[in-house]
Protein backbone atom coordinates (compact mmCIF):
# COMPACT_ATOMS: atom_id res chain seq x y z
CA UNK A 1 0.00 0.00 0.00
CA UNK A 2 1.45 3.30 -0.99
CA UNK A 3 1.73 6.43 1.58
CA UNK A 4 0.81 10.16 0.95
CA UNK A 5 3.97 12.16 -0.10
CA UNK A 6 4.05 14.00 3.08
CA UNK A 7 4.18 10.67 4.99
CA UNK A 8 6.91 8.23 5.82
CA UNK A 9 6.65 4.86 3.87
CA UNK A 10 6.10 1.88 5.72
CA UNK A 11 8.52 0.39 7.66
CA UNK A 12 10.84 -2.86 6.14
CA UNK A 13 9.36 -5.86 8.01
CA UNK A 14 11.76 -7.33 10.92
CA UNK A 15 13.88 -8.98 11.88
CA UNK A 16 16.40 -6.87 9.68
CA UNK A 17 19.46 -8.39 7.46
CA UNK A 18 21.58 -6.20 6.11
CA UNK A 19 24.33 -7.10 3.44
CA UNK A 20 27.07 -4.01 3.59
CA UNK A 21 28.79 -4.24 0.19
CA UNK A 22 32.76 -3.34 0.18
CA UNK A 23 34.06 -4.87 -3.27
CA UNK A 24 37.56 -3.66 -1.64
CA UNK A 25 37.40 -6.33 0.41
CA UNK A 26 38.17 -8.97 -2.49
CA UNK A 27 42.19 -9.14 -3.37
CA UNK A 28 40.90 -8.78 -7.16
CA UNK A 29 41.80 -6.56 -9.98
CA UNK A 30 38.37 -4.48 -10.00
CA UNK A 31 36.46 -5.59 -12.84
CA UNK A 32 37.09 -8.82 -11.30
CA UNK A 33 36.28 -7.26 -7.78
CA UNK A 34 32.66 -5.92 -8.73
CA UNK A 35 31.70 -9.37 -10.80
CA UNK A 36 32.16 -10.88 -7.48
CA UNK A 37 30.28 -8.14 -5.56
CA UNK A 38 27.52 -8.37 -8.17
CA UNK A 39 27.10 -12.30 -7.79
CA UNK A 40 27.28 -12.34 -3.73
CA UNK A 41 24.61 -9.28 -4.06
CA UNK A 42 22.50 -12.10 -6.36
CA UNK A 43 23.09 -15.14 -3.72
CA UNK A 44 22.44 -12.83 -1.04
CA UNK A 45 19.04 -11.45 -2.42
CA UNK A 46 18.61 -15.66 -3.20
CA UNK A 47 19.11 -16.27 0.49
CA UNK A 48 16.50 -13.74 2.09
CA UNK A 49 18.39 -10.72 2.93
CA UNK A 50 15.89 -7.77 3.38
CA UNK A 51 18.40 -5.30 1.97
CA UNK A 52 21.46 -4.47 0.49
CA UNK A 53 23.41 -1.35 1.17
CA UNK A 54 25.97 -0.51 -1.46
CA UNK A 55 28.83 1.05 0.59
CA UNK A 56 31.22 1.26 -2.27
CA UNK A 57 32.41 5.41 -1.70
CA UNK A 58 35.22 5.52 -3.61
CA UNK A 59 33.44 5.41 -6.91
CA UNK A 60 32.96 7.94 -9.12
CA UNK A 61 28.70 8.93 -9.36
CA UNK A 62 28.74 7.61 -13.10
CA UNK A 63 30.51 4.32 -11.76
CA UNK A 64 28.46 3.96 -8.49
CA UNK A 65 25.12 4.56 -10.88
CA UNK A 66 26.27 1.98 -13.20
CA UNK A 67 26.83 -0.32 -9.61
CA UNK A 68 24.01 0.68 -8.38
CA UNK A 69 21.46 -0.74 -11.49
CA UNK A 70 23.77 -3.70 -11.88
CA UNK A 71 23.00 -4.53 -8.28
CA UNK A 72 19.34 -3.99 -8.57
CA UNK A 73 19.04 -6.04 -11.22
CA UNK A 74 20.71 -8.83 -9.36
CA UNK A 75 19.03 -8.00 -6.54
CA UNK A 76 15.49 -8.75 -8.38
CA UNK A 77 12.85 -7.67 -5.81
CA UNK A 78 15.39 -7.59 -2.62
CA UNK A 79 15.89 -3.67 -1.61
CA UNK A 80 18.93 -2.12 -2.61
CA UNK A 81 20.04 1.10 -0.94
CA UNK A 82 22.95 3.45 -1.53
CA UNK A 83 25.47 4.88 0.83
CA UNK A 84 25.68 8.93 0.69
CA UNK A 85 24.23 9.61 -2.66
CA UNK A 86 20.95 10.60 -2.49
CA UNK A 87 21.32 11.75 -6.44
CA UNK A 88 22.56 8.52 -7.09
CA UNK A 89 19.99 6.86 -5.25
CA UNK A 90 17.33 8.84 -7.23
CA UNK A 91 18.62 8.58 -10.71
CA UNK A 92 19.01 4.76 -10.53
CA UNK A 93 15.52 4.44 -8.79
CA UNK A 94 17.02 2.47 -5.88
CA UNK A 95 14.66 1.59 -2.44
CA UNK A 96 16.34 4.07 -0.37
CA UNK A 97 19.61 6.10 0.69
CA UNK A 98 21.39 6.04 4.03
CA UNK A 99 22.94 8.93 5.23
CA UNK A 100 26.24 9.07 7.40
CA UNK A 101 28.07 12.43 9.11
CA UNK A 102 29.86 13.53 5.71
CA UNK A 103 26.18 13.12 4.04
CA UNK A 104 23.31 15.60 3.54
CA UNK A 105 20.88 15.40 6.61
CA UNK A 106 17.91 13.13 7.02
CA UNK A 107 15.73 16.32 6.58
CA UNK A 108 17.52 17.56 3.83
CA UNK A 109 16.88 13.78 2.28
CA UNK A 110 13.14 13.61 3.77
CA UNK A 111 12.42 17.20 1.99
CA UNK A 112 12.75 14.97 -1.44
CA UNK A 113 10.34 12.89 -0.10
CA UNK A 114 7.44 15.60 0.98
CA UNK A 115 7.91 17.37 -2.25
CA UNK A 116 7.64 14.13 -4.55
CA UNK A 117 11.14 14.63 -6.03
CA UNK A 118 11.54 11.33 -4.31
CA UNK A 119 8.78 8.42 -4.20
CA UNK A 120 6.51 8.26 -1.47
CA UNK A 121 8.29 4.96 -0.72
CA UNK A 122 11.85 5.82 -0.17
CA UNK A 123 13.73 4.70 2.67
CA UNK A 124 15.83 7.30 4.46
CA UNK A 125 18.35 5.75 7.19
CA UNK A 126 21.08 7.17 9.08
CA UNK A 127 24.15 6.09 10.59
CA UNK A 128 24.57 7.00 14.90
CA UNK A 129 27.30 6.50 16.88
CA UNK A 130 25.31 7.58 20.04
CA UNK A 131 21.67 7.95 21.68
CA UNK A 132 21.70 11.60 20.89
CA UNK A 133 22.78 11.23 16.87
CA UNK A 134 20.06 8.31 17.16
CA UNK A 135 17.36 10.56 18.62
CA UNK A 136 18.18 13.34 16.43
CA UNK A 137 17.74 11.33 13.34
CA UNK A 138 14.34 10.05 14.21
CA UNK A 139 13.36 13.64 15.36
CA UNK A 140 14.50 14.44 11.45
CA UNK A 141 12.45 11.34 10.16
CA UNK A 142 14.73 8.85 9.58
CA UNK A 143 12.88 5.47 8.73
CA UNK A 144 15.47 3.48 10.51
CA UNK A 145 19.12 3.46 11.95
CA UNK A 146 22.28 1.84 11.58
CA UNK A 147 24.38 1.63 15.43
CA UNK A 148 27.42 0.69 15.86
CA UNK A 149 30.22 -0.53 15.90
CA UNK A 150 28.41 -2.84 18.63
CA UNK A 151 31.54 -5.24 18.48
CA UNK A 152 35.11 -4.94 17.02
CA UNK A 153 35.50 -4.64 13.35
CA UNK A 154 38.75 -3.06 11.09
CA UNK A 155 35.79 -1.67 8.95
CA UNK A 156 34.73 0.30 11.90
CA UNK A 157 37.84 1.25 14.06
CA UNK A 158 37.87 5.23 13.22
CA UNK A 159 34.58 5.79 15.12
CA UNK A 160 36.99 4.45 18.59
CA UNK A 161 36.65 1.09 20.65
CA UNK A 162 33.21 -1.16 20.07
CA UNK A 163 30.17 0.28 21.89
CA UNK A 164 28.87 -3.19 22.92
CA UNK A 165 25.34 -4.02 23.59
CA UNK A 166 24.25 -2.28 26.65
CA UNK A 167 25.20 1.02 24.61
CA UNK A 168 22.70 -0.42 22.05
CA UNK A 169 20.06 -1.14 24.23
CA UNK A 170 19.63 2.51 25.35
CA UNK A 171 19.66 3.28 22.34
CA UNK A 172 17.09 1.02 20.58
CA UNK A 173 15.09 2.12 24.19
CA UNK A 174 15.39 5.76 23.12
CA UNK A 175 14.02 5.80 19.86
CA UNK A 176 10.90 4.25 18.38
CA UNK A 177 12.40 3.56 14.98
CA UNK A 178 14.44 0.71 13.50
CA UNK A 179 18.01 -0.27 14.94
CA UNK A 180 20.23 -2.08 13.42
CA UNK A 181 23.17 -3.20 14.85
CA UNK A 182 26.15 -3.14 12.64
CA UNK A 183 29.95 -3.77 13.82
CA UNK A 184 31.63 -7.22 14.21
CA UNK A 185 28.88 -9.01 13.50
CA UNK A 186 28.52 -12.82 13.41
CA UNK A 187 26.47 -15.82 14.00
CA UNK A 188 27.12 -16.15 17.58
CA UNK A 189 26.82 -12.38 18.62
CA UNK A 190 23.98 -11.02 16.12
CA UNK A 191 21.76 -12.58 19.07
CA UNK A 192 22.92 -10.40 21.52
CA UNK A 193 21.80 -7.23 19.28
CA UNK A 194 18.43 -8.83 19.33
CA UNK A 195 17.88 -9.32 22.99
CA UNK A 196 19.11 -6.01 23.40
CA UNK A 197 16.13 -4.56 21.26
CA UNK A 198 17.63 -4.34 17.42
CA UNK A 199 15.27 -4.44 15.12
CA UNK A 200 18.29 -6.28 12.99
CA UNK A 201 21.81 -6.55 11.83
CA UNK A 202 23.78 -5.49 9.22
CA UNK A 203 27.19 -7.20 8.15
CA UNK A 204 29.93 -6.94 5.72
CA UNK A 205 32.57 -9.78 6.26
CA UNK A 206 29.84 -12.07 7.34
CA UNK A 207 28.32 -12.38 3.94
CA UNK A 208 31.03 -11.89 1.68
CA UNK A 209 33.26 -14.39 4.01
CA UNK A 210 30.37 -17.06 3.55
CA UNK A 211 30.85 -20.47 2.08
CA UNK A 212 27.26 -21.03 2.42
CA UNK A 213 25.39 -18.02 2.36
CA UNK A 214 21.57 -19.44 2.35
CA UNK A 215 22.75 -20.66 5.68
CA UNK A 216 23.75 -17.56 7.04
CA UNK A 217 20.60 -16.11 6.58
CA UNK A 218 18.62 -18.43 7.44
CA UNK A 219 20.24 -18.47 10.74
CA UNK A 220 19.95 -14.66 11.21
CA UNK A 221 16.48 -14.93 10.65
CA UNK A 222 16.25 -17.55 13.43
CA UNK A 223 18.11 -15.05 15.98
CA UNK A 224 16.18 -14.36 19.35
Do not use: W
Request: glycine residues 10%; charged residues 25%.
Amino acid sequence: MMTEPNQPPERIPVPLVFYVTDRRGFVLEDPQAVARLLEIIQDAARAGVDAVQLREKDLSSRALLDLTKAAMHHAGQTKIIVNDRLDVALAAGAAGVHLGERSIGVAEAIAFRVSGRAPADFLIGRSCHSLAEAQRAEKDGADFIFFGPVFATPSKARFGPPQGTRALAAVCGGVRIPVVGIGGITLDNAGACIRAGAAGVAAIRLFQEAEDLATIVRELKKTN
